[in-house]
């Protein structure tokens, strides 16, 4: 009796297994964590019940390691920053072109469609469209540190072993900006690039006594800031918005030299498997009432027309607290990085990460 | 005949997955990152081959001296785990009752239950400066503020003996418990000091448990990622994140996989010359019958 039981349950498995082989597609996404919240990735399978999402977390150093590794398989859908699609398929070919027409180009931000065309287009071929935007910048406690300005105040001793940054390009050309200086003018000539990272480099080395620690992640950016170790840092302003729906003196401060601005994309790899599929995730994630969910769970501003005005409501408040309109005109969008200038940035990383300090 | 023929099969069949999988697992890939690191990028999509990414790393400070901090560390914690691990040992194997022994031996396992990175976020909880350990010294008055005991080498040391302790121990373990009792006796009777028995008697036993334990547990440590990233902090540069750093966030898997050879270059050096120091060798130790 339990022989045939299992028998035929091993049959029905079988028979389940084939069933939903046969009609099912399956999505591979590769995006940021909170990219693909579950209750989006909910509505998006009831509304196409053939299609399962596959989610796999990452940043952009890794996702373009992972296609890379494969030569753009694996996945159906990434979801790299602008700056990162240009040198990245010049060098090792990992995504195809997008068709355009097949997006609702309509919806979304005129601003940032442009930026993304004007650094996304090879040999005439549009291979990235915009999806979410935001800005790396400072998050300060007011209630400890009211004075905060800038990027030089990560460095100030009156905040000594309270501050703490990303160790990564970002932090580069923050502090690039706070010297004065304009980084994105000098990537045509890597050798005044060079003398300014030295500076930079050594500005860092010696602001390392007034840090704490670097982290690397949202997580340990939160941990750090709402147990009060550190009260400036460093900090991606959707990481800020959401810690301060949950301590209102952690505000977000775009640094009067101008927020960093970011804008993470949808490419398709190479050897993508289901455009179909994607271009339908794509379309679905940009309806206003999904936008929504999707920057509830981002932090990060859709780039779709009033992407601002569609945030949930708290973190409109924290949007609202944080920029005014003269902050948004001032906004730097990251420029695409010419080959070369990766490798400079990460020995300046290296060197002020191998140096001593206290 | 008949009977050579199915000792052979046997044979062949015993040693297949061995060989498949040092061959596919080991070699295949040690020999592609040895390929990668011999070539040269010229321009996109360009290489040539040559030796110019070895040449890069012995002319940047910077890496040899990572190198070098990460195997000093990995030898002072092989020798702390050593230190912490024997006396563990040989209580399971000669002092505890025959009884508990599996209880105990057991109990040195269970933090291998836990992912390594669950146990390193554990140490964070306790140690931050806001965590358990700090708020209690302040409790009991010993400290005024809060204290700081993350982030720092210290730190990275303890908590990879924590990591490594047990592959320590196990070893040992195994050896001890194979040590005939009325040998230590017969030290005693023959009018040695504890000393003298647990330096000419048990030590010698107990060596190729030792050397063993030694290696797995400096290997393990040169080679680990999560621990000292985690808990060391700003300082900490620990010799397998620059393979990270050059693989990922460089894209530059030519110098990735040179650092990656040198790794297992060095790390196997500085075992030969262990042995070596020690007047050791891996016949008369390991592989003891």
Known sequence: ?358 | MARTDVGKLSFILLFAPFALWIALLIILPQLGIGYISLREKVGPGEYTFGFSNYVAFLSEPIYWNTLLRTAWMSILVTAMALAVGFPVAYYIAKIAQRRSRAALFLMCLIPLWVSDLVRAFGWIVILRETGLVSSLLQKIGLVSGPVELLYNDATVVMGLVYTVVLFMIVPLVSTLDGMDNSLIEAGYNLGGSRLTVFRRIVVPYAMPGIVAGCIIVFMLTAGSYLTPILLGGKNSMWFTEQIYEQFVTRYNWESGATFGVLLLVFTSFVVWLGLRLTGQSLASTVAKD
């Open chain 1, 1 to 358: 009796m339990k022989s045939k039981f299992a028998l035929a349950a091993t049959t029905a498995l079988a028979l389940f297994v084939a069933n939903t082989d046969a009609n099912a597609e399956t999505l591979r996404l590769l995006t940021w964590g909170g990219y693909a919240p579950d209750n989006v990735i909910k509505l998006f399978e009831e509304a196409n019940p053939d299609i399962t999402v596959e989610v796999t977390l990452s940043n952009n150093e890794e996702m373009i390691a992972k296609l890379r590794a494969t030569g753009g398989a694996g996945y159906d859908l990434a979801q790299p920053s602008h700056d990162r699609i240009f040198a990245a398929q010049k060098e090792y070919n990992i995504y195809k072109p997008l068709d355009l027409s097949k997006v609702g180009a309509a919806s979304l931000d005129a601003n940032l469609l442009e930026g993304v065309k004007a650094n996304a287009t090879i040999d005439g071929e549009l291979y990235a469209v915009p999806h979410q935007w935001g800005t790396s910048g400072i998050v300060a406690d007011i209630s400890k540190a009211p004075n905060v300005k800038g990027w030089g105040d990560l460095c100030n001793p009156e905040y000594k072993g309270r501050t703490s940054m990303r160790l990564r390009r970002t932090i580069l050309l923050g502090t690039a900006f706070g010297l004065g200086k304009d980084p994105f003018a000098l990537y045509a000539d890597k050798a005044a690039y060079q003398k300014m990272l030295d500076e930079v480099t050594d500005t860092l080395i010696a602001c390392k006594d007034n840090v704490k620690t670097y982290w690397n992640g949202g997580d340990d950016l939160s941990t750090l800031l709402l147990s009060g170790e550190v009260v400036v840092s460093e900090a991606w302003d959707s990481t800020a918005f959401k810690l301060y729906g949950q301590n209102k003196n952690l505000v977000y401060v775009p640094p009067e030299t101008g927020a960093l601005a970011w804008i993470d994309t949808f490419v398709l790899p190479r050897k993508s498997e289901a455009d179909e599929a994607a271009y339908k995730w794509i379309n679905f994630v940009m309806k206003p009432e999904i936008v929504k969910l999707m920057s509830d769970s981002t932090g990060a501003i859709a780039a779709v027309k009033n992407g601002i005005d569609l945030l949930p409501d708290d973190k409109k408040a924290a949007v609202k607290a944080a920029f005014d309109d003269k902050d948004l005109a001032n906004l730097k969008f990251f420029a695409n990085i010419p080959a070369g200038l990766e490798d400079m940035e990460g020995k300046a990383l290296e060197r002020i990460k191998a140096a001593t300090s206290n």
